[in-house]
C-alpha cells in the first residue's frame, strides 16, 4: 500500500534513493546505521522533505506534492511534544481541535483512545505528573485520534527500560492488528524487529532496501546488513 517509485532525497551533501513497496497492513521495521537515512525515509513519507526525483504512493494515490497534514499518515516521534501545560485529555484533545472547544463525538473519541492505551484514570493528570510510559502511552493515544492509514514511528520506545519496551510494542502491534495499519517503525533494536514486525527494511548507505520477512532477514542478512550487525 505504500510505494517509494524512484525516489531520490538530497539533504546537503546527502543522497538517499527508494524504490521499493511495503504491503501494510502490519509493522515493518525500519533498521540501519546512524546517519544512514532512516529519519528521511520517514520524513519524506510524512511529507515534511520533499523528494528531488521519483513519487510516493499511498493506496495507489500520489501523495508526493500533498501537505503534511493531508496525508493519510500519522506520527509519534521518540520527542513527542506534549504540551506540559495541559492535562492528558487536552493533549489528546489538541488532535482534533487546537481550540480544545470539542463535541460531545469528539470527546467520546478521546475518551476511546485513552481507554485503548490505559489511561482512562489519568485524563485529568498533569503531563508532568505522568511517567516515562504513561507518556509514550499518551504520545501513542494521540497519534491514533487521527485515525490514519499509516503510522510512522521514529525510535518512539527508544528511552524507555526493556520490560516497559516489550510492553508498548506489544500495546502497538495489538493496535496495529486491530485497525489494520501499516505501520514503520525505525528502531536500533534488532529484537525490536522480530518481535513485533513482520517485515525489516534496511536503511545503509544512500539506499532503502525492499522490506524482507523479518525472520528470513535475519537468518540470511545481505552484506550491507552483517556490515550493520557486525558494527553495532
Ligand atoms: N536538514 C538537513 N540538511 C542536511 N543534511 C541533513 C539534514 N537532515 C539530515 N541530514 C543528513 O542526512 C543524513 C541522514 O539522516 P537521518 O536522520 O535520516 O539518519 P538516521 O538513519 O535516521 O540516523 P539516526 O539513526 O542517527 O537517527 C545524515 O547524514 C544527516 O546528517
Same mark, same amino acid.
Given at each position: 500500500m505504500i510505494r517509494f517509485d524512484r525516489v531520490v532525497i538530497r539533504q546537503g551533501d546527502f543522497v538517499l534513493r527508494a524504490d521499493l513497496e511495503v504491503a501494510g497492513p502490519g509493522i515493518t521495521a525500519v533498521i540501519g546505521p546512524s546517519g544512514g537515512g532512516k529519519s528521511t525515509l520517514l520524513m519524506a513519507l510524512a511529507g515534511f522533505v520533499r523528494p528531488a526525483e521519483g513519487r510516493i504512493l499511498v493506496s495507489g494515490e500520489d501523495i508526493t506534492r500533498r501537505a503534511p497534514d493531508r496525508r493519510p499518515v500519522s506520527i509519534l516521534f521518540? &520527542?513527542?511534544?506534549?504540551?506540559?501545560?495541559?492535562d492528558v485529555a487536552g493533549n489528546v484533545g489538541l488532535g482534533l481541535r487546537p481550540s480544545l472547544r470539542l463535541s460531545a463525538d469528539e470527546r467520546a473519541k478521546v475518551e476511546a483512545v485513552l481507554e485503548r492505551t490505559g489511561l482512562e484514570s489519568l485524563g485529568?493528570?498533569?503531563?508532568?505528573?505522568?511517567?516515562g510510559g504513561q507518556r509514550q502511552r499518551l504520545a501513542l493515544a494521540r497519534a491514533l485520534l487521527r485515525d490514519r492509514p499509516v503510522l510512522l514511528l521514529d &525510535?518512539?520506545?527508544?528511552?524507555?527500560g526493556p520490560g516497559l519496551k516489550r510492553d508498548m510494542l506489544d500495546l502497538l502491534a495489538e493496535i496495529v492488528a486491530e485497525r489494520r495499519l501499516t505501520a514503520l517503525i525505525v528502531t536500533h533494536d534488532p529484537e525490536d524487529a522480530k518481535r513485533v514486525a513482520t517485515e525489516t527494511l534496511l536503511v545503509a548507505d544512500g539506499v532503502a532496501e525492499a522490506p524482507r520477512e523479518t525472520g528470513e532477514l535475519f537468518a540470511a542478512p545481505t552484506p550491507a546488513l552483517q556490515a550493520y550487525l557486525g558494527d553495532d
Open positions: 521518540q &520527542e513527542h511534544n506534549l504540551f506540559a501545560h495541559l485529568a493528570r498533569a503531563v508532568s505528573a505522568l511517567s &525510535e518512539p520506545f527508544a528511552a524507555l
